[in-house]
């Protein structure tokens, strides 16, 4: 048990969320009082003061009521603009005296510093759009944020390869996304609301009929208000775990309801090799779909049955010869780093099959113990590999994307990550993926279609995102389709229909 007491401020998720990177095993619990906290536990008290024109940012860490390290930051008052920039430099300043204090008390750096949020990139996008130079917005990075020098490399390199994607910014472009909220099975790691296909089969009828409705709907609104879509993504869940006709006939209702010759872009997620066959590819060729996802996760057979993966390592490369075959010539494959008895002799034979098949794309993704999954159920009696580890399987990875000619076009980071790292997607030269960019420099509309999908609106003049999601659960999705349908419509009515 960790207990965290605050004074002076009120930024209990920050200060919660930079404490949880140091101790992700932990239960970490808000006091109000130090009586309330047992005496055998560590207590981080976090605070600041104001005197005159000075701030006082410390951190003490004290157990058995005794001082363990106490960190004091003294800086003068800077004039800030509105609350709200108060505010964010109030919080970052708490963050950075508390990661001192943990890095001094441990003696542990964090490669990503003081940032717990999941999208990096976003500090550098509006560095860059304030003409900042590379090296200024470097020194940004590492002095206010901590960053290590090389993930001040890896997140430059990253936005360079975004911005001719994202700028110039057209409010009138939208992106799409399809969930299909089924999969054969359900992976250790998973924490999305799936349902598993052979359980659940009698709903899916109804869920298509319901996902119909609101395309059809939707596509009405687009139409209504000129909007152009640059990218359509299905994803999942396992979309290409439909049978044939359900997914021709999905793919039939996207075709008469959008332009599909006008997308720039159109993804299926065929992420499981056991759900994947000839017809079902030939029907997302032909109904204009160029970019596909074939999943392995791990080319390793013992450790894809450790993630409940009922699919054998065959499997996926029978299913990426076989989408060749049929045409296809942008091909996505996700791995994850970390997985349950993974080391990094799996990790390296993994990457040695990706270097046989060529892909176009590759996402790296660091396993995330997520809530919701199995795996976090069953933390305690699995063992996984934390810290230096796991780094060093990202760093193999990194040094076999660059020598095989991928490059990093676009990261993102979770909760929860082992190590404190990120997810990194790279890619040959002219397969950069547009929604994946789109979505994740949340620079672009978004509209999210299907149970648990999330539709994000992008107020760019007023530097805003308004989010409204879907239900999660299936048969709630059913029934309230057109109260989701309603609250979706008014919220891009708040962007499209000013008076």
Same mark, same amino acid.
């Given at each position: 048990?960790?207990?965290?007491?605050?004074?002076?401020?009120?930024?209990?998720?920050?200060?919660?969320?930079?404490?949880?990177?140091?101790?992700?095993?932990?239960?970490?619990?808000?006091?109000?009082?130090?009586?309330?906290?047992?005496?055998?536990?560590?207590?981080?008290?976090?605070?600041?003061?104001?005197?005159?024109?000075?701030?006082?940012?410390?951190?003490?860490?004290?157990?058995?009521?005794?001082?363990?390290?106490?960190?004091?930051?003294?800086?003068?008052?800077?004039?800030?603009?509105?609350?709200?920039?108060?505010?964010?430099?109030?919080?970052?300043?708490?963050?950075?005296?508390?990661?001192?204090?943990?890095?001094?008390?441990?003696?542990?750096?964090?490669?990503?510093?003081?940032?717990?949020?999941?999208?990096?990139?976003?500090?550098?996008?509006?560095?860059?759009?304030?003409?900042?130079?590379?090296?200024?917005?470097?020194?940004?990075?590492?002095?206010?944020?901590?960053?290590?020098?090389?993930?001040?490399?890896?997140?430059?390199?990253?936005?360079?390869?975004?911005?001719?994607?994202?700028?110039?910014?057209?409010?009138?472009?939208?992106?799409?996304?399809?969930?299909?909220?089924?999969?054969?099975?359900?992976?250790?790691?998973?924490?999305?609301?799936?349902?598993?296909?052979?359980?659940?089969?009698?709903?899916?009828?109804?869920?298509?009929?319901?996902?119909?409705?609101?395309?059809?709907?939707?596509?009405?609104?687009?139409?209504?208000?000129?909007?152009?879509?640059?990218?359509?993504? /299905?994803?999942?869940? &396992?979309?290409? =775990?439909? %049978?044939?006709?359900? @997914? !021709? $006939?999905? +793919?039939?209702?996207?075709?008469?309801?959008?332009?599909?010759?006008?997308?720039?872009?159109?993804?299926?997620?065929?992420?499981?090799?056991?759900?994947?066959?000839?017809?079902?590819?030939?029907?997302?060729?032909?109904?204009?779909?160029?970019?596909?996802?074939?999943?392995?996760?791990?080319?390793?057979?013992?450790?894809?049955?450790?993630?409940?993966?009922?699919?054998?390592?065959?499997?996926?490369?029978?299913?990426?010869?076989?989408?060749?075959?049929?045409?296809?010539?942008?091909?996505?494959?996700?791995?994850?780093?970390?997985?349950?008895?993974?080391?990094?002799?799996?990790?390296?034979?993994?990457?040695?099959?990706?270097?046989?098949?060529?892909?176009?794309? /590759?996402?790296?993704? &660091?396993?995330? =113990?997520? %809530?919701?999954?199995? @795996? !976090? $159920?069953? +933390?305690?009696?699995?063992?996984?590999?934390?810290?230096?580890?796991?780094?060093?399987?990202?760093?193999?990875?990194?040094?076999?994307?660059?020598?095989?000619?991928?490059?990093?076009?676009?990261?993102?980071?979770?909760?929860?990550?082992?190590?404190?790292?990120?997810?990194?997607?790279?890619?040959?030269?002219?397969?950069?993926?547009?929604?994946?960019?789109?979505?994740?420099?949340?620079?672009?509309?978004?509209?999210?279609?299907?149970?648990?999908?999330?539709?994000?609106?992008?107020?760019?003049?007023?530097?805003?995102?308004?989010?409204?999601?879907?239900?999660?659960?299936?048969?709630?999705?059913?029934?309230?389709?057109?109260?989701?349908?309603?609250?979706?419509?008014?919220?891009?009515?708040?962007?499209?229909?000013?008076?």
């Amino acid at each position: 048990m960790i207990y965290i007491k605050l004074q002076g401020h009120i930024y209990e998720y920050d200060i919660k969320e930079m404490v949880r990177q140091y101790f992700p095993k932990e239960n970490i619990q808000m006091i109000s009082d130090l009586s309330k906290a047992s005496k055998n536990e560590l207590i981080i008290i976090n605070g600041l003061k104001v005197e005159k024109d000075k701030y006082k940012f410390y951190t003490i860490f004290q157990k058995k009521n005794q001082i363990l390290l106490k960190e004091i930051m003294q800086l003068r008052t800077p004039s800030f603009e509105n609350d709200k920039e108060k505010q964010r430099w109030e919080k970052r300043k708490l963050k950075v005296i508390l990661y001192y204090s943990m890095e001094k008390q441990y003696s542990k750096s964090l490669p990503w510093g003081i940032l717990t949020g999941i999208r990096p990139t976003k500090i550098v996008h509006k560095l860059m759009d304030e003409e900042k130079k590379e090296e200024n917005i470097a020194k940004v990075l590492k002095s206010q944020f901590l960053l290590s020098n090389k993930k001040i490399k890896l997140l430059m390199d990253v936005v360079k390869q975004e911005r001719d994607i994202v700028y110039p910014i057209d409010k009138n472009k939208v992106s799409i996304y399809i969930g299909i909220p089924f999969c054969p099975s359900r992976c250790v790691y998973c924490s999305f609301l799936s349902s598993v296909i052979q359980k659940n089969r009698e709903s899916v009828k109804e869920y298509l009929q319901a996902l119909y409705y609101e395309i059809k709907e939707i596509g009405k609104y687009i139409n209504k208000h000129s909007l152009s879509i640059e990218s359509i993504y /299905i994803g999942g869940g &396992t979309p290409t =775990v439909l %049978k044939v006709d359900e @997914l !021709k $006939e999905l +793919l039939d209702i996207l075709q008469e309801t959008f332009n599909i010759d006008e997308i720039k872009e159109y993804t299926l997620e065929a992420g499981r090799p056991d759900t994947i066959n000839k017809e079902k590819l030939i029907a997302a060729l032909s109904h204009g779909i160029k970019r596909i996802s074939i999943n392995p996760q791990t080319m390793n057979q013992k450790i894809l049955q450790n993630i409940g993966r009922m699919h054998s390592v065959e499997d996926i490369k029978k299913a990426y010869f076989l989408a060749r075959e049929i045409g296809f010539s942008f091909i996505n494959m996700d791995l994850i780093l970390g997985l349950p008895g993974e080391d990094l002799k799996d990790v390296k034979r993994t990457l040695k099959e990706i270097e046989i098949l060529k892909p176009e794309n /590759i996402t790296v993704h &660091t396993m995330s =113990v997520k %809530k919701g999954s199995k @795996l !976090k $159920e069953r +933390l305690e009696e699995i063992k996984l590999d934390q810290g230096q580890k796991v780094s060093k399987m990202i760093e193999v990875a990194q040094d076999f994307a660059s020598s095989n000619g991928y490059y990093a076009y676009y990261l993102y980071r979770q909760k929860y990550m082992l190590g404190n790292l990120e997810n990194v997607g790279y890619c040959k030269a002219g397969y950069r993926s547009i929604y994946n960019i789109q979505m994740i420099a949340e620079k672009q509309t978004i509209i999210g279609l299907g149970a648990g999908s999330v539709t994000k609106v992008v107020f760019q003049e007023k530097d805003r995102i308004e989010r409204m999601p879907n239900v999660k659960n299936v048969e709630q999705y059913i029934k309230r389709i057109q109260e989701m349908i309603d609250r979706k419509l008014s919220l891009l009515d708040s962007l499209y229909c000013k008076i």
